[in-house]
């Protein structure tokens, strides 16, 4: 997409915003693919008085509400995107034999799902939940560490491989041509790496500060 931009400022804000847009719809689509993986096919939920059920294709399998050992329930919807992709409410349920079962906003009454599970398991629903930041300790300082030092390698990676110049003597005239060290796609690579390393330290750094909270 470069090679054929005209060099120009519009041009290449064009192509920024078109490699922003990719990006973006790469990572909803990455999420979206993961959820279908992880769930099952014709999985659904069923609210008994007793306890409940959950079943697919493949069975199913039911828990008193006393087995339920761990519950979150969130709605925090911000925009029509977030619901309609399902972002807009989330359930996780953890049992006794190990079993965590999940649902998101494109479950059917899910939020009838999360009224009865609210309800029928006091014992849990008011249970303060940690988040993974909180629960993590150092690690997140660890991981920040590592980025930092992928973008030192890759810096050092490009200060090694500068662009060489030939000298070429002919006809009275000395040609100078110039080899690149790295080619114009390894630059892109380079950078997108150091841009993801920079954001991810940032993040886990922020994560960490925050963990502190809950020690």
Known sequence: MSATGDGSAGSNKAIGLLLGLSLGAVAIAVFQIVRAVRGEPGEYFEVRQGGLVHGSRRGAAGWSWSRVTSLHVDGDAVNALATRLGNGYRIEIDLEDGTRL???????????????????????????????????????????????????????????????????????????????????????????????????????????VRGRAYR
């Open 102 to 208: 999940r649902a998101d906003g494109l479950t059917e009454r899910a939020a009838d799902l999360g009224r009865a599970l609210l309800t029928q398991c006091p014992h849990v629903a008011l249970k303060p939940r940690v988040p993974w930041h909180g629960r993590a300790g150092g690690w997140p300082l660890a991981g920040a560490a590592v980025c930092a030092a992928a973008v030192a390698a890759m810096i050092l990676y490009i200060a090694d491989h500068p662009d060489k110049e030939y000298r070429i003597p002919g006809g009275g005239m000395t040609i100078v041509q110039t080899e690149s060290g790295i080619s114009e796609a390894g630059y892109a690579f380079l950078a997108i790496g150091m841009l993801v390393c920079v954001i991810t330290a940032i993040t886990l750094v922020i994560a960490c």
